[in-house]
């Protein structure tokens, strides 16, 4: 109370005095929210192997710090088979909280770098879950029941902590900004996944500058910069194709290693992974939409085939 009353009189001897200095004023505030849904169905083979489902939910209510819930489910190659062979991708699920903080970097007052740092804390084996979803979405559309979720890895807590950095450059003329190229490369270090990860994207479209390009749940913080929480949206349109490479040096990964800390089931991994993804995304005042199909290099050495998934991604901004 008596800040308050404090604050009046002074407003009042500014009103008396004449005197016109500058205001206060609260700024709007809003949020985004995220949604991404990969699965195996949507890619090239419409499988249902390996790498089989991904689902990532992400809110960020403030310009730079967010967190996120991710599931990620992986299975063998044949799922009928209720002990699939040890030569075979072991069962295995992961449910994870995230929380991380990004930023546009300003640089001779050019936005053209992005640096982002999240870190994840969350459980393996049974405990994520992955068993009933699998299995409750295979009922709900009426597909066979998943044979082979006894053999999963165990129940594990896991963390991690993943830095990512990108690099946006126009390769198009100044009055003409319809393409441009996002380099980035990441670190991943932690129980769920270690790795180093170089990727390039190029991007055909309008309005590009709204955006830093498309990832994967796997291979990308959840940090949307496009987001500034005042209220302020980038353009009413914007819409673009883009086409993806990645490379991965991979060390360990929970889904072919398995446990860190508890026998389990693995296979070797392959110690480099390629990885080619095609998408488009459009983007409407404040909803946006992308889709995209991705193509991997096989993971681990006794891998049958190569793998194919597709994802869609949906933002919110309030």
């Not at 689902?55 to 063998?76: G, K, S």
């Not at 804390?121 to 998943?146: C, K, M, W, Y």
Request: hydrophobic share 35%.
């Amino acid at each position: 109370m008596r800040k308050f009353l404090l604050t009046l009189l002074a407003a009042k001897a500014v009103a008396q005095s004449g005197l016109d200095l500058p205001m206060e004023t609260a700024e709007p505030h809003g949020a985004v929210i995220s949604l991404i849904e990969e699965n195996d169905k949507f890619g090239a083979f419409k499988s249902d192997r390996y790498y089989t489902q991904g689902l990532r939910l992400a809110v960020q209510m403030d310009p730079h710090a967010y967190f996120a819930v991710t599931q990620e489910i992986n299975t063998p190659f044949d799922t009928s088979n209720p002990n699939p062979p040890d030569t075979d991708l072991p069962y295995s699920g992961v449910l994870y909280f995230s929380y991380g903080y990004g930023k546009v970097l300003e640089r001779e007052g050019r936005r053209d770098c992005l640096f982002s740092v999240e870190g994840q804390l969350g459980v393996t084996g049974p405990d994520s879950g992955a068993e009933t979803v699998q299995n409750r979405f295979h009922q709900l559309i009426g597909t066979d029941q998943v044979k082979g979720w006894g053999t999963q890895i165990p129940s594990e807590p896991v963390a991690n902590v993943n830095v990512e950095f990108r690099r946006r450059f126009s390769i198009s003329p100044v009055e003409y900004p319809i393409r441009d190229l996002i380099l980035r490369g990441a670190f991943q270090a932690g129980t769920i996944r270690t790795e180093a990860i170089l990727g390039s994207q190029i991007r055909w479209g309008w309005n590009l500058d709204q955006s830093w390009g498309q990832g994967t749940i796997r291979h990308s913080n959840a940090y949307n910069p496009d987001f500034d929480g005042k209220g302020v949206y980038p353009a009413n349109f914007s819409s673009w194709f883009f086409a993806d490479t990645q490379l991965e040096v991979v060390l360990r990964n929970y889904a072919t290693n398995g446990t860190n800390f508890r026998e389990s089931r693995q296979v070797t991994n392959r110690p480099v992974v390629l990885q080619f993804m095609v998408g488009a995304t459009v983007n409407i005042y404040r909803m946006t939409v992308a889709y995209y199909m991705a193509y991997r290099t096989k993971e681990f050495e006794t891998q049958a085939k190569a793998q194919s998934f597709g994802g869609f991604k949906a933002d919110i901004k309030f």
